[in-house]
Nanobody, 124 residues
C-alpha cells in the first residue's frame, strides 16, 4: 500500500514561486514513477509533470516547460515540484500520483495512487 501526502501549496502573486512536496510511504514508491496533476474548478485533472523511478527521466506539459521542475529524493521518499514564474492560470489543486507500471504516464487514469491534493492560488 502507498500513501502520498502533498504539501507546500498556498496563495502567491503572479510571477512568484512555490515548491510543492509529495511525501510517500510504502515500498512501491522506490520503483514507481510519479506524476503531478493539476485540477482547476470545473475542469479535468491535467498532466503537469512526471519523473521516473530513477529521477533521471522527466517530462512536462507544454504550459509549464521552462517554469516548473520536478525532482525526487528516493532516500527521503519525497518528490518535489518547483514552480517558478507562476501565472493565474496555474491556479488549481495539485495532486501527486504514483504509477506502478514502467513508463511515464500522461493521464491520471494511468496512475494507481494519489494524495489528497494541495491548493495553489495565483493572484494577478
Amino acid at each position: 500500500q502507498v500513501q502520498l501526502v502533498e504539501s507546500g501549496g498556498g496563495l502567491v502573486q503572479a510571477g512568484g514561486s512555490l515548491r510543492l512536496s509529495c511525501a510517500a510511504s510504502g515500498r512501491a514508491f522506490i520503483s514507481g514513477d510519479i506524476g503531478w496533476f493539476g485540477q482547476a474548478p470545473g475542469k479535468e485533472r491535467e498532466f503537469i509533470a512526471a519523473v521516473d523511478w530513477s529521477g533521471i527521466n522527466t517530462d512536462y506539459a507544454d504550459s509549464v516547460t521552462g517554469r516548473f521542475t520536478i525532482s525526487r529524493d528516493n532516500a527521503k521518499k519525497t518528490v518535489y515540484l518547483r514552480m517558478n514564474s507562476l501565472k493565474p492560470e496555474d491556479t488549481a489543486v495539485y495532486y501527486c500520483e504514483l504509477r506502478r507500471e514502467s513508463g511515464l504516464g500522461f493521464s491520471a487514469v494511468e496512475y494507481d495512487y494519489w494524495g489528497q491534493g494541495t491548493q495553489v492560488t495565483v493572484s494577478s
